[in-house]
């Protein structure tokens, strides 16, 4: 990915905003949450990987 001074995905912008901008001044879990908008969960992964 080439980072563009003068625009930024929402995606990206919320990455930096809740994961690279707060760095350790929250718990990882909570980080993670707010980046989603939801809890974290593996089942995605899972059904990738033919798990599930």
């Known amino acids: 990915m080439i980072y563009n001074v003068y625009h930024m ?4 912008a919320d990455y930096k905003k809740w994961i690279l901008e707060k760095g350790g001044s929250m718990e990882e879990l909570e980080l993670v949450k707010g980046f989603l908008g939801r809890a974290p969960s593996n089942k995605a992964f899972l059904k990738e990987i033919g798990a599930k």
Do not use: V
């Not at 995905?9 to 990206?12: D, M, Q, R």
């Open 9 to 12: 995905s929402s995606e990206a």
